[in-house]
């Protein structure tokens, strides 16, 4: 058995996505998904 190679976390929520019929949800949350990966979350400009 060769090993399975294991899905990132991206992966895993586009292949959802993919399932699932897209949501309405507000864009603040969608601009915060889109950048999530290049931001800190604890940037307090991005809090304000």
């Known amino acids: 058995m060769e090993p ?5 976390k991206v992966e895993e929520i586009l292949e959802a996505d ?5 949501k309405r ?3 603040t949350w969608e ?15 991005f809090l304000l």
């Open 31 to 45: 601009a915060a998904m889109r950048l999530k990966g290049s931001l800190i979350v604890n940037d307090p400009t």
């Open 25 to 27: 949800v507000n864009k």
């Open 18 to 22: 993919r399932k699932n019929p897209p």
């Open 4 to 8: 399975t190679k294991k899905k990132s």
